[in-house]
């Protein structure tokens, strides 16, 4: 399985972040699979902040989850993160994953990450 993410590398303060993971050699209807979001802001470790499920059930982080939506189209087998009002404490490297569990930092293969700057 490959992932890409793709979306811009600099937000403004205040903006929706959008981000998309384009998935090949699997499909995102396969069940037992979790399609995540995970992102490490520099010098900081893993931060899990959503999945969506094979059926397409999301899982938030608690802590992200007011301003998280994660949405998929099954038709181009792809799913989508926007983070909104983001801030410079978003600034990371963000990466979209898959693995068997859902709301971990685990996975079995992820995206090589796109590096996320918020700044005005």
């Known amino acids: 399985v490959q992932l890409q993410e793709s979306g811009p590398g600099l937000v403004k303060p205040s903006q929706t972040l959008s981000l998309t993971c384009a998935v090949s050699?699997?499909?995102?209807?396969?069940?037992?699979?979790?399609w995540k979001w995970i992102r490490q802001p520099p010098g900081k470790g893993l931060e899990w902040m959503g999945t969506?499920?094979?059926?397409?059930?999301?899982y938030y982080s608690p802590s992200l989850k007011s301003r998280t939506s994660i949405s998929r189209d099954t038709s181009k087998n792809q799913f989508t993160l926007q983070l909104s009002s983001v801030t410079p404490e978003d600034t990371a490297v963000y990466y979209c994953a898959v693995g068997k569990v859902v709301a971990t930092t685990g996975y079995d293969y992820r995206g090589q990450g796109t590096r996320v700057t918020v700044s005005s």
């Open positions: 050699g699997g499909s995102i209807t396969t069940n037992y699979y979790y």
């Open positions: 969506i499920t094979s059926s397409g059930s999301t």
